[in-house]
Structures are given as structure tokens and as C-alpha cells.
């Protein structure tokens, strides 16, 4: 669903192959895919492996506040829209801890960090479901967010994640619409459904913009990100590209951004906004959110909960390889 | 023209589609692995997916006005006719697993025979309710063997589960005058014919699983007379929550 901090990178590892970078960097300057199996610099592996596991993890932890209302879903239609999309988060998962695996990565390995606290995922999802118009608002605003960020990873220099990118976006697209297109239903409803709508864009409005991550100013890694074309936009052009489409969403159906400061720029064309309160930002990101704390405990009660499961499986398995190998002797 | 007969029909097994989907949803983001989260997502979209199409031709048949929606969220325990087993709480997962697969092993057998229905629209949702459940019995089985046949705690576990679900299997094929009148007709599948095959598929299974039956477990039924255990309620609760506290909205 999401990707957080595209600015993240590892300090660069030692000296490598001087001739080597220059094929590496000139292959990237022509456009052309880097795969798996092709030589690259252990800086762009750690950044890639640490993006990608974060975005995988994202997609994982962001089916719990969505997974908040699968049981309570107020129609049978909304309800399968709602579990697909579930459903399509956890495929994304797939996906991506898939594409992360081609890095030299195990899956078991990216879980466990996560689990111990070593990984990051969008801090988005330490915010809470409390009403049903919060299912809306996460479509349309986190998924809208997350759209502008993912849509130019499509053309990332590194093969796997950029083709795995494509499907992602897709489904990602309709997930935006399906959220607006639900929230749109509660405003133009009854009284009680708008108060619903406005107050879950009253709380997303801002989250959604911290998505982008920090401010150019701030972000010290864009330049070499940009340079490997893993990143293609700054973050706050991107914020500006999501502020520029919700608005005027937000204002079709009768909702208004939490902003005072929100004034539209002749001149530039660009919805202006008001100063993002980064503080909030770091308390959510230093594990100070309203639910840090209960979407780690849900996924570390999942994964010692299902140990036992994996145990049987793989316990299975080995005996049914064993009876295999005794019968062809 | 109303029917009342079909109407009920449609409702029993909508009913089972609809409460089954529910317990899977209640897992969606805690299964005990990526992959196995995804295919409880599947199986209660499938699921779901038959509940709406069959809950729909209810409400068309029944000729009161009522939709998918006013079916699903507007009656109580009383007035729903699903089995017992479909409304048992999950409890772990071999738990789970053991319930689906008794539901499985009965449903695709029921639908491939409910695709030849002279009722062409319960055929139509037959034949594509029978396409899926050949995949949901085929992933269920498979827990089955695996638990059965994995570790010791999984294998506890798989059996703890069949002791405690097996009293519900018998209700499956259990048949009231609707069933009755509308085999009579070529309509419904009598229930009563199912019993062997499932029978046949359930033994399979289990014998390669290392599981048994519990011996001399009663039976346990009613539900589709609307007696129901105290499961149901709660889940309702849950799942009628919007539209008990928002009458009349859309959504």
C-alpha cells in the first residue's frame, strides 16, 4: 500500500570497483533494468532491501486497521469490496517480500525484523478505524498517497520491483476509487453519515500528508535515490502533486480539509497548505502512535500463533519426501 | 410468482455461505502465514460471493421486497436457517480447518448436483459455487492431512477439533419437507444422498491425516429451524451492528 521515506539509504559501504560503478550508473542513465543477477553496489542492494521490506511490511500491517471493519462492514456489497481489498494487500506482501528475496534476502528474515522492532512500515497504519467512513478515507487518501508515490517506482531502475510495481498500481488505482467512491456515499447522506465522512478526513488529512515523508530540506539521501532512479520525484513534489487531486475531490462532495491556510495559487496552479506539524510525525515514527503498540502486538500474536502451523507443514512434508525416497528404493 | 418453498431453500444454504464467510473474515490479518491469510480472504470472498446471489433469489422468490441487505441484516437468530456447524467460532486454526473441510466435503457434492436444478437460476449459482468449492476442499483436506499428519501438538490439536466439530456433521444431511418437496420437484439435491459420498471423502481424508471420528459423539441440530447455539447471536451482534444503529441509511 505504502512506501515511506524513499530518502532512506545505507551509508555508502567502502570502496568498490570504480569501473564497475561507471557500467552500473551508465546502464541506469540508459533506462535499462537492473536484475538480480547483475552487479551493483551494496549501498543500492541495502536501500533497495530496506524500501521494498518496508513497503512489504506496510502492506501486511495495513491489513489490520482495514481488517478493523471486515466483520462489521454495514452491506454485503461493501463488505466483498472491502475483503478483496484486504485480500489485495496481502498479495502485495507477496509481491514485494518476493522481489525483496531476489536481493539475497530471506522472507523469514525480513519478518523477524520487523517483529523485533528492527524494520520500519508507514507509520500511517498507527492510526485508528474507529467509524466505518475511516474505511473510505484510507482508500481514498492513504491509498491516493500511496498511488503518487508507487505510480513512478513502475519505471524503477530495478527490474523485479518496478514489474512487480505495475500490478500493484492497478489494483492500488481501484482501491482509491472504491475508498472515494465510499466516502462519497456518506456525505451526500444523512446527517449522521457527513459527520461520519468529515470527521475521518479531519483525522486522515494531515497522516496522509506526512506520507510523502520528510521535507526536501530534511531529506539527505534524495540526491543519490534520484541519481539510481529507485526515487524520481522529491517528496514534496509529490505531496504537492496528492494536495493538488484531493482538494478539489475533498470540495466535490461537500467536505473541506482540515486547513486553514488552504488557498488555491492562480499563478502556480498548486493548492497552498499550511506547515505539516512533523512533530507528530516523530512521535509516530519513534512508536508514540494511537496503535504502534497494538498492530505489532496483533502481528507478533499471529506469527507465534501460527507457529505451530508452519511446524505442522513443514514437519508434514518432510515425512511425505521420506515415505517418497523408502518407496523408490 | 412467490415461492415460498425455494425462497427457504435458497435462504438455508445462503444462510451457511453467509455465516461460514463470516468466521473466515474474523482471521484476515492474523493467519498463521502470508499465504494462508490470503486463502481465508479467497474462500470468504467465494463464500460471500455465493451468500449474495443466493440471499438475492431468496428475497425474489419470498416476493416480500426484501433484498440481499434486508436478508442479511434484518432478521435475528430466529429467522436464520443456517447449520450449527458454519456458526462454531473459529477457535485455532486446526479448528478452522476442520470445520471448512466438513463444509467442503459436503459442498462439492451439493453443487455439482445442484447445477442440474430445473430452478435455472439456482443452477446458475450452482455451477459457479461448484468451480469453487473443488479449490476450498482441495486447500481444507490438504490442512487436514498436514496437522493430522505433522507434529504432535498439530495432530492433538486437528483431533481436539474433530471432537468437537463432529456431533455438527449430521445436521448436513438432515432434510425437512422443503428439501423433500422441492427434490420431489428436481429443484433441491436431497441431502439424505449426499451422506455416503461425503462419507467416503471425510474417511479418506481422515485415515491419511491419522485422525478418527470420536466415538459415540450425539448429534447435534436444529439450526435450519432456527434453532441455533449461542454463537450466532454474538456474531450477529457484530455483523448488524451499522445497520441496527443506522436504519434506513445507504451505503
Known sequence: ?329 | MPDALTAAYALRLGDDALILSHRLSEWVGHGPELEEDIALANTALDLLGQARLLLACAGAREGRGRDEDALAYGRDVLDFSNLLLVEQPNGDFAQTMVRQFLFDAYAVELWPRLSASRDEVLAGIAGKAAKEAAYHVEQSAAWVVRMGDGTEESHDRAQAGLDLLWPYAGEIFEADGVEAALAEEGIAVAPSGLRGPWRARVEAVLDEAGLAPPEGAGVRTGGRQGRHSEHLGHLLAEFQFMQRAYPGAEW
Open chain 1, 1 to 329: 500500500m505504502y512506501t515511506q521515506g524513499l530518502n532512506q539509504a545505507v551509508e555508502d559501504g567502502g570502496p568498490e570497483d570504480a569501473e564497475l560503478l561507471a557500467r552500473f550508473q551508465a546502464k541506469i542513465d540508459r533506462e535499462e533494468k537492473i536484475e538480480p543477477n547483475d552487479w551493483m553496489p551494496e549501498a543500492y542492494r541495502q536501500t533497495l532491501i530496506r524500501q521494498i521490506s518496508q513497503h512489504a511490511h506496510s502492506e501486511i500491517v495495513g491489513m489490520l486497521p482495514e481488517g478493523n471493519w471486515l466483520t462489521r462492514a454495514p452491506n454485503l456489497r461493501r463488505k466483498a469490496i472491502l475483503l478483496a481489498k484486504v485480500q489485495d494487500e496481502g498479495g502485495h506482501g507477496l509481491y514485494l517480500y518476493a522481489a525483496a528475496e531476489t536481493l539475497g534476502i530471506s522472507r523469514a528474515e525480513m519478518v523477524d525484523r520487523l517483529l523485533e522492532g528492527r524494520a520500519r512500515y508507514s507509520s500511517i497504519f498507527n492510526y485508528p478505524t474507529i467509524t466505518w467512513a475511516d474505511i473510505g478515507a484510507v482508500g481514498w487518501l492513504v491509498d491516493g498517497a500511496a498511488i503518487m508515490n508507487q505510480i513512478p517506482l513502475c519505471r524503477c531502475s530495478y527490474g523485479p520491483y518496478a514489474r512487480a510495481m505495475i500490478r500493484i498500481c492497478k489494483e492500488e488505482s481501484f482501491h482509491q476509487r472504491q475508498g472515494y467512491e465510499a466516502i462519497s456515499r456518506l456525505a451526500e447522506g444523512t446527517a449522521a453519515q457527513k459527520r461520519m465522512a468529515q470527521d475521518a478526513l479531519d483525522r486522515w488529512w494531515w497522516p496522509s500528508l506526512m506520507m510523502f515523508g520528510p521535507s526536501d530540506t530534511d531529506s539527505p539521501h534524495t540526491g543519490r535515490s534520484m541519481r539510481w532512479k529507485i526515487k524520481r520525484f522529491t517528496n514534496d513534489e509529490l505531496r504537492q502533486k496528492f494536495v493538488d487531486a484531493a482538494v478539489p475531490q475533498a470540495h466535490l462532495i461537500g467536505l473541506e480539509p482540515p486547513d486553514p491556510e488552504l488557498r488555491y495559487d492562480e499563478e502556480s496552479g498548486h493548492w497552498r497548505f499550511g506547515e505539516i506539524d512533523w512533530s507528530e510525525f516523530n512521535e509516530v515514527l519513534a512508536g508514540n502512535g494511537p496503535c504502534n503498540r497494538e498492530r505489532m502486538a496483533a502481528r507478533r500474536k499471529a506469527h507465534a500463533e501460527g507457529a505451530w502451523v508452519r511446524e505442522a507443514a513443514t514437519a508434514h512434508a518432510l515425512r511425505k519426501q521420506a515415505r517418497a525416497a523408502a518407496a523408490a528404493e
